[in-house]
């Protein structure tokens, strides 16, 4: 099969690229990428004049839900509303039930991404059994099923003593840990930022510090380890410090950043939709100008959606019951383009380095790149279609966003998996 994407301006900032040339597909892979390529006329050419193409798009960070919870997702609609997103790897947190805290699990499903057939679905394996944060999982036999790194991300690993352990077993193995820094004794029943805006909407606060207290301890055993420390979701302005000075000082810490934390505060939280609850929570003005910053000066490695599907009925309730989570798999780039990109907040180039290689550096994939024979994982973006977010429409079962009903600049044209077109304009292929 041949496929030729003529025309469109290619950024691929691992390898160095941005220039208006064709990218030529042959049985899966990148042939060639050229001005004005030609080839015997048997291939289907794509026309991406005025689009932006890039590597394909991976998300070190979901919840597709599967096993165990599948009437929030699963892998099949999970891997779809990636797809219409733009995305061609996702990365599967295991807060699953059962969890992925053994061989079995992780394996069944990488078998369920394979059988879905529309994007690259790796495992990520629990840090301790059950998230229970007492006893290390079987980390060994998670590797070695294809989990890429090792996280409890719904829970913080509250004990000292089993995340040193954690971080020197992932050392051994060359694998991350990304850890979800939280001090409960701090956050415990807390329902949003705390700040001004708790206190005029009368819900209970989360310290900006019980984020930053869990960072400032895992950075340190990092160094104490030599392990690599993935710091997910990041969202507080301190939080940034603390991970400069890591990175300044040797120790090998990476991080994220979501689109939600980089575009929403804690003002909208007023409407008590329970959409806008998300843990970390969403934060005040000050640290969303932070984190903003923070992209542009390369101290954040990528972005990451923390796609949190759930259903009706976990979302649809008083806000002290709704359950934490924010549906963004099918946003995610629409959100950035619109909000970072059009604003001039953020330059195009830095967004796919966001996106491409620098999720793909962090936990050292062999993708991110469109580099010939590489797998044809490809993105094309375009940057002046206007579309209202939709939650009915979305693939996801997870219809809980805080962007329903806005208007978005610059979406997902066309997502290429294993040199198939698998979605184009906010459909499935």
Known sequence: MKLLVKGGRVIDPGNNVDEVCDILIINSKISAIGRDLRVDGDEDVIDAKGKIVCPGFIDIHAHFRDPGYEHKEDIITGSRAAAVGGFTTVCCMPNTDPVIHNGPVASYVKRKGEAAGFINVLPIGSITKNLEGEELSEMAELAQAGCIGFSD???????????????????????????????????????????????????????????????????????????????????????????????????????????????????VVGTYDTDTKVNPPLRSENHVKA????????????????????????????????????????????????????????????????????????????????????????????????????????????????????????????TISGGEIVAREGRLA
């Open 153 to 267: 991300d719904g829970k913080p690993v509250m004990r000292s003593d089993v995340m040193r352990h954690a971080l020197e077993y992932a050392h051994m193995l060359n694998l991350p840990i990304l850890s979800h820094c939280e001090d409960l004794n701090l956050s415990r029943d807390g329902l949003m930022h705390e700040g001004y805006y708790s206190t005029l909407y009368g819900l209970q606060g989360i310290p900006a510090e019980a984020e930053e207290i869990m960072i400032a301890r895992d950075v340190e055993l990092a160094a104490l380890t030599g392990a690599h420390l993935h710091v997910c979701h990041v969202s507080t302005k301190g939080a940034l410090h603390i991970i400069e000075e890591a990175k300044s000082s040797g120790a090998h810490v990476t991080c994220e950043v979501t689109p939600h934390h980089l575009t929403l505060t804690d003002e």
């Open 291 to 414: 984190l903003v910053r923070a992209l542009s000066e390369g101290l954040i490695d990528c972005i990451a959606t923390d796609h949190a599907p759930h259903n009706v009925e976990s979302k649809d309730c008083e806000y002290a019951k709704a359950s934490f989570g924010i549906s963004g798999i099918e946003t995610a780039v629409a959100v950035i383009m619109d909000r970072l990109v059009h604003t001039g907040l953020l330059d195009i180039t830095e967004m796919v380095r966001l996106f491409t290689v620098g999720p793909s550096r962090v936990l050292s994939l062999d993708l991110g790149t469109l580099t010939p024979e590489r797998k044809a994982d490809i993105t094309i973006i375009d940057p002046d279609t206007i579309r209202r977010v939709d939650p009915t429409a979305f693939q996801s079962k997870g219809k809980n966003t805080p962007f329903n009903g806005m208007e978005l600049r610059g979406w997902p044209w066309m």
